[in-house]
């Protein structure tokens, strides 16, 4: 079912779009889409995002073969971050990692 919903763009008209891998429920990457790439992702299926280095919109995976194949958009609570849940079909991070998320910082579980 989807609902009509304002998204809260921030004042460059961005929004934080998470993605997620729809079968494991990992934490691929984030980046951010603005409004043509929300439009883009949703009529093609794939996902594109708004690149703020480069200022200019990008086709994740349009170079190295690791398209993210759109199954899902969910939107939080306030409607100012996206949940785009996904078919990755490749690493979805820039150094080969299956996730960006690969690095920890802090845990309270103690190993070994």
Known sequence: ????????????????????????????MMAWMNAEALRLTQETGEVYFWSRSRQELWHKGGTSGAIQRVREIWVDCDADVLLLEVEPAGPACHTGAQSCFFRRVWSEVKEG
Do not use: F, H, N, R
């Open 1 to 28: 079912m989807e609902t009509p919903i304002a998204l809260k763009y921030d004042d460059c008209g961005l929004i934080p779009a998470i993605l997620q891998d729809s079968e494991t429920g990992q934490v691929l």
